[in-house]
């Protein structure tokens, strides 16, 4: 690779149990095959190397990935903090890069709590919160494969009496079955959380809780203008806002572009 290729390497690498996502820029990808032995070289744990080959996308949040070296497996085991999680690259979303905000989120339930998880995906946010304390979660996704893969993990990690598994829009769910039931909602979908807050207000006990909602913003528009908005729509939907416990920055998508987590008390 010459000097300027070299400089336009993926510097980020997601290791997902022993499959490596990895992106390449449009001028490299000739050498795909090359990147994706190095990779292999690297990482002695890694049996798979895949390139993302476009954007995450739908309610299901997944990517369509392309194998470019090693054994085209598509399921793995991925470990983060003594659980387990079963997993299928090409049908799930799964980001293991909010291993730091995963835990920020677990350190804060306290033993009997009852939280709803919107957006629950494969479970790595329920089944650590259930690891971790003895708090009862409503774990809610609209894909059948990660509530199949769920219901897994919720085996694998033990945790059948505290997780229950739901497939179905959240929205749906939570105005059918979880009215009033929460001490705490997890809202990790950026792209659509905003439009799912009166389920995420319902959701939470008649004298309130804690969201944690996520979204997207370029890196121009500040923390504070996110706030502003979510609290002007809480209260927009008959809640009164607390107080904002924390807002931060959690990962860099894309160029400019970054998830932001609020924590924000509810009344």
């Not at 996502?21 to 001028?27: F, G, H, R």
């Not at 995420?200 to 969201?211: D, F, H, M, T």
Request: charged share 25%; hydrophobic share 40%.
């Amino acid at each position: 690779l010459s000097p300027s290729e070299l400089a336009s390497l993926p510097h980020s690498i997601d290791i997902i149990g022993d499959i490596a996502v990895v992106e390449v820029p449009e001028e490299l990808k000739h050498h795909e095959p090359l990147i994706g032995n190095a990779i292999l070289e690297v990482y002695k744990n890694v049996q798979a190397v895949y390139v993302k080959a476009g954007r995450v996308e739908g309610i299901f949040r997944t990517r369509p990935l392309r194998c470019i070296a090693g054994i085209p497996k598509e399921e793995t085991v991925h470990k983060e903090y003594g659980c387990s999680f079963v997993l299928n690259v090409n049908k799930v979303y799964f980001s293991p890069r909010l291993l730091s905000e995963r835990q920020r989120v677990v350190s804060q339930v306290k033993a009997g709590e009852v939280i709803v998880d919107m957006f629950a995906g494969v479970g790595p946010y329920a089944i650590r919160i259930a690891k971790a304390t003895n708090a009862k979660v409503y774990a809610i996704d609209v894909n059948p494969e990660a509530i199949r893969y769920l219901k897994r993990n919720i085996e694998l990690n033990r945790v059948q009496d505290r997780v229950i598994p739901i497939l179905g829009d959240s929205r749906q769910i939570i105005l059918s079955e979880l009215i009033n039931v929460a001490d705490r909602v997890i809202m990790n979908l950026p792209t659509q959380a905003y439009d799912y807050l009166d389920a995420a207000c319902s959701a939470l006990k008649k004298e309130g809780g804690i969201i944690h909602y996520y979204e997207f913003t370029r890196e121009a528009f500040n923390l504070e203008a996110s706030k502003e908005r979510l609290s002007k729509r809480i209260q927009e939907l008959g809640r009164k806002v607390l107080g904002v416990i924390y807002a931060g920055r959690v990962k860099q998508v894309a160029p400019r572009t970054w998830q932001i987590v609020i924590d924000v008390k509810v009344a």
